[in-house]
């Protein structure tokens, strides 16, 4: 058994956890500043601040479809790439890396062949205005075209988490965003470029990662690596993988979904500054939501190695600390910007009108966060536990079943007030139902092993 497999596999959980999750929280950490990095420039790009960073706002729909993509064939594959090595099958956890990373690159192609030549009619779709669809195109462009690196970068890192090597997957994010940071105000100010230059910034960090990826699967060091026999595309084994990743896929995708309703709901209701909030409040639900998947992250090959091994207990005590670490986060940082608004309202523009109109909303808007933590946990759990179907009707239930019909019906009787508060009622009911369900699959669950335990102790 190799260094990692035996830390996966005996070492204390509440040292384990830690030592897997912070490392993972910091990548996600440094990869919200990947994402919203673009936007605190662009926001503050003078005279055209707000309506460039409107364009950008409109452009993340179509950002968030191209890393679902991602999202299925990586965090489909990982835990079951986990699993297999928790059962001692090397060869499989092989051929669902080789058989991910074959699909991850047709996904690409096509996704660029779709949204090249539509990008126009897609983004006035998604809230765009006559003033607004300059910047938005400038950006998207030179994004699509990158499209290839963000999947590899995105989609295999979780290959590299899912072994244990928790370091090495933040030092993917890490080098891209750092160079991101730096290319940012090179391009976008010295070079002025504008909303052009920060997509290009973004595709070239982004190759880089795609590029330390590719090179250290490719390292026979590691038990999960690329070999040869296994580039291709095995349909036994791509199934269950797309059945497992369709959860997160749905959860990126319906995100797609809800920016595309609040967007041209504003733009309805409100007008571009409108927009523009809305822009802000998508990125700080990300400040709260990529930390809390961070902890997941750190979890997920704790769970899944110990649940292919048949080891109950261990799979318990870290969903335990998970809960608790997950839920604790929520309550503290949406607590911050509940209480302090116009704070981090500044980092995103300078214009006294969208501050104004961005701090009333965000105490609206991020409420239903508080209690994020559990719903976090709990749907991450199901992922790392194999569970498909039930972690993709509750990743359908918060955003397509409860807050897309109250995103549109809503602001019929309250404006843009309405969209607001579909987002906290909706995340309370997802909260609620979410953790109930886990909670009874869990008796279950375990009732069932522990059962198997007491009859094979009474067999001896």
């Not at 997957?169 to 290319?183: D, Q, S």
């Not at 199934?239 to 990126?252: D, E, K, N, R, T």
């Not at 997941?296 to 110990?306: D, H, K, L």
Request: proline share 4%; hydrophobic share 55%.
């Amino acid at each position: 058994m190799g260094t990692n497999e035996q830390s996966l596999s005996e070492e204390p959980i509440g040292k384990l956890l830690p030592r897997l999750a912070l490392p993972t929280v910091f990548a996600q950490l440094i990869n919200l500043l990947y994402n919203i990095v673009d936007r605190v420039y662009v926001g503050h790009i003078p005279e055209i601040g707000s309506m460039a960073l409107a364009g950008l706002g409109v452009c993340f729909p179509v950002i968030i479809l191209i890393s679902a993509f991602a999202y299925l064939v990586g965090q489909g594959g990982a835990p079951r790439a986990a699993m297999a090595l928790g059962a001692g099958d090397r060869e499989q956890a092989g051929r669902i890396l080789g058989t991910a990373t074959v699909f991850l690159i047709l996904t690409a192609i096509v996704l660029t062949a779709v949204f090249l030549p539509s990008m126009e009619p897609i983004l006035l779709l998604f809230g765009a205005s006559e003033t607004t669809i300059p910047y938005a195109l400038s950006y998207l462009r030179i994004y699509v075209l990158g499209t290839i690196f963000v999947q590899l970068a995105l989609g295999l890192n979780q290959f590299i988490s899912c072994q244990g090597y928790a370091t090495t997957a933040m030092k993917t994010v890490l080098i891209g965003a750092v160079i991101n940071i730096i290319l940012d105000p090179v391009l976008i100010f010295a070079f002025d470029m504008g909303v052009a230059g920060a997509a290009l910034a973004t595709v070239l960090s982004q190759t880089v990662s795609a590029v330390w990826v590719v090179a250290f699967l490719g390292k026979s060091r590691a038990p999960i690596h690329f070999e040869k026999r296994f580039l291709k595309i095995d349909r036994k084994v791509l199934a269950p993988v797309l059945g497992l990743g369709i959860s997160p896929f749905i959860m990126q995708a319906t995100e797609c979904l809800i920016q595309l309703v609040f967007n041209t709901g504003m733009q309805k209701y409100g007008n571009d500054y409108y927009v523009s909030v809305m822009a802000i409040l998508f990125s700080l639900s990300q400040v709260m939501w990529l930390p809390m998947q961070g902890i997941c992250m750190g979890a997920t090959p704790i769970i899944s190695y110990n649940y292919g091994a048949g080891n109950m207990e261990r799979v318990r005590a870290a969903f335990r600390l998970l809960f608790r670490s997950t839920v604790l986060y929520s309550l503290v940082f949406t607590g911050m910007f509940l209480l302090f608004p116009d704070f981090f309202m500044m980092f995103f523009t300078s214009d006294p009108q969208v501050k104004s109109l961005g701090a009333r909303a965000m105490r609206i808007y991020l409420f239903g966060f508080l209690f994020m933590g559990a719903q976090s946990a709990c749907q991450q759990s199901f992922l790392a536990l194999g569970q498909a179907r039930i972690s993709m009707f509750l990743a359908l239930l918060r955003k397509v079943i409860l807050l897309t019909p109250l995103a549109l019906i809503l602001p019929v009787f309250f404006g843009t007030d309405g969209l607001l508060i579909a987002e906290p009622v909706s995340d309370m009911t997802a909260i609620a139902v979410t953790t109930f369900t886990f909670w009874r699959f869990s008796r279950k669950a375990f009732r069932a092993e522990q059962g198997k335990e007491m009859g094979a102790a009474g067999g001896i």
